[in-house]
């Protein structure tokens, strides 16, 4: 199975800034790596698949990039309801698996 | 919209069955572009996906390695639902489920999740 591991664990950044969360695979997944957000009580929502492309709704201020083993997910200008913990989740090899999660908090 | 409704039971005995319902509204269990999962999320595993089932001319099953001689997923055709059954549960088990549609490798629809603790 492939490990995913996300850095950092934990991201404090401001309203207005930019935020820059990573992810690694422990082999290639070539592209197929998508990236969601989970607010607290709620389920995990679909940001990016396909490494870059965005989800239906998703604002454009959310973009993934990387392939092979580096993943980026960066939020350019932090929103209020930006706040939440991030996953990737790699599908390249079956079973797919997902990293420990970013959580993204307001400094 | 696809929208998916989750229901079952909180609280499972240990070395009882886990069971959970998945009701599909704007899509098919059966549809030929997409797969069906459960996925749970604990502290102490993360997300962990169990399996999935999906339709192409027969139907086909996957199950996830570490509890493959445990879960059985079932589509339910008549309901345009899916279930999960999880045997010998222990307290390990214990996290939220959530059902979600697969489509291409990747979740696009989540249910709200059932937070099911095994206790006595």
């Known amino acids: 199975e492939i490990v995913m591991t996300q850095s950092p664990a934990t991201l404090s950044v401001s309203p207005g800034e930019r935020a820059t969360l990573s992810c690694r695979a422990s082999?290639?997944?070539?592209?197929?790596l998508a990236w969601y957000q989970q607010k607290p009580g709620q389920a995990p929502r679909l940001l990016i698949y396909?490494?870059?492309t965005r989800a239906t709704g998703i604002p454009a201020r959310f973009s993934g990039s990387g392939s092979g083993t580096e993943f980026t997910l960066t939020i350019s200008s932090l929103q209020s309801e930006d706040f939440a913990v991030y996953y990737c989740?790699?599908?390249?090899?079956?079973?797919?698996?997902f990293g420990q999660g970013t959580k993204l908090e307001i400094k | 919209q696809v929208q998916l409704q989750q229901s079952g039971p909180g609280l499972v005995k240990p070395s009882q069955t886990l069971s959970l319902t998945c009701a599909i509204s704007?899509?098919?269990?059966?549809?030929?572009?997409?797969?069906w999962s459960w996925i749970r999320q604990s502290p102490s595993r993360g997300l962990e996906w169990l399996g999935r089932?999906?339709?192409?001319?027969?139907?086909?099953?996957d199950y996830a390695v570490s509890v493959k001689s445990r879960i059985t997923i079932s589509p339910d055709t008549s309901k345009n639902q899916f279930s999960l059954q999880l045997n010998s549960v222990t307290p390990e088990d214990t996290a939220i489920y959530y059902c979600?549609?697969?489509?291409?490798?990747?979740?696009?629809?989540w249910g709200q999740g059932t937070l099911v603790t095994v206790s006595s």
């Open positions: 979600a549609r697969l489509v291409h490798g990747h979740f696009d629809y």
């Open positions: 082999q290639s997944v070539t592209s197929n």
């Open positions: 989740q790699q599908y390249n090899n079956w079973p797919c698996s």
């Open positions: 089932t999906y339709y192409r001319s027969k139907w086909y099953y």
């Open positions: 396909g490494a870059s």
């Open positions: 704007g899509d098919s269990v059966s549809s030929n572009s997409a797969a």
